[in-house]
């Protein structure tokens, strides 16, 4: 079983900075979390569909350009 990563995890995994992921979110653009008290969590198939969305909407922009 797959576990949840944190912010922090999910940053690293995707190479992008904690301002960025925050900027993302702040747009509606991340993933789904889960939060517990101050904890917040991203599941591997929240993290997966996050990784789909951002690749169809690359290749949108390339269509376009």
């Excluded at 904890?39 to 198939?45: A, C, H, L």
């Amino acid at each position: 079983m797959e576990r949840n990563l944190t912010v922090a995890e999910f940053c690293e995994i995707n190479r992008i900075s904690k301002v960025h992921y925050y900027a993302l979110k702040k747009t509606g653009n991340g993933p789904d979390e889960i939060r517990a008290g101050r904890r917040t969590t991203i599941t591997p198939q929240a993290a997966r569909e996050w990784q789909e969305r951002m690749t169809h909407r690359a290749a949108e922009s390339e269509i376009t350009a």
